[in-house]
């Protein structure tokens, strides 16, 4: 089975508010995180990366926190924009291949 | 304008017929990688290569094959198409193996009939 998952499939955000994603990962030897976001007929575009040896990161308008006690990763998004409808999934590096979750739908309403 | 190409971005094919889909990047990334994107699976590695000559299987290999002559280029083929394989194809590359994201092209739609 997938080590890697999220937990809404489908998130519906107000623009102008913020989006949180969740993803929960199984594996506490992995040491590196990826989010994606997929728009659709496109593929995959990194957006953020975490190291295991940090708990937070920023991007622009993005952050990404790692909690590694309850393996659990989230990715805010600052001001959500239209731009930001897509699908978010975050993956995980295992025995130095990434493993991908399944994704969740984010739908930005104007 | 640099990056990773795949072609064709669209493909219909016939069971048992032979399809190539090509990957080209322009990074001089050493890894290059296939997946398959299919509704509740996520993305699934078919192959991946560590240089030219390099390659090895991921987690779902059967009815490909791949090549990496050129470090560029990393072509996939399935040798004899079949309904399973409709799916979309996504080709990435990387500078490393290790701690570095993957950057993924636009990826191929085949549909096999």
Redesign the interface.
């Known amino acids: 089975g ?1 080590s890697v998952g999220l937990h809404l499939p489908t998130l519906s955000v107000q623009e102008g508010d913020n989006s949180i994603i969740n993803c929960a990962y199984s594996n506490s030897a992995s ?2 995180f ?1 989010w994606y976001k997929q728009e659709s ?6 957006i953020i ?1 975490i ?1 295991s040896n940090m708990d937070k990161r920023q991007g622009q308008r993005v952050t990404v926190l790692l909690n590694k006690t309850v393996k659990h990763l989230s990715l805010q998004i600052a001001a959500t924009q239209p731009g930001d409808s897509a699908v978010y ?1 975050c993956a995980e ?1 295992m025995d ?3 493993a ?4 969740n739908q984010v739908v930005v309403i104007p | 304008d640099a990056g990773i190409t795949q072609s064709p971005r669209y493909k219909i094919t016939e069971t048992g017929r032979q399809v190539t889909l090509m990957c080209h990047q322009t990074w001089s990334h050493s890894y290059m990688f296939w997946y398959r994107q299919d509704l ?4 699934r ?1 078919i192959y ?1 290569s560590a240089a030219a000559d390099i390659t090895d299987k ?1 987690e779902v290999p059967d009815g490909y094959v791949v090549s990496r002559s050129k470090t560029e280029n990393f072509p996939l083929t399935l040798e004899s198409a079949t309904r399973s394989q409709t799916s979309v194809y ?1 080709c ?1 590359s990387s500078p490393s ?3 570095s ?7 191929t739609r085949l549909t096999v009939t």
């Open positions: 997938e040491d590196y990826i007929g496109k593929g995959p575009q990194f990366d190291r999934f590096n130095n291949r990434l991908f979750g399944k994704g | 509740g699976h996520g993305l590695l991946y991921g996504f990435a193996s290790y701690n994201p993957l950057h993924f092209g636009n990826g």
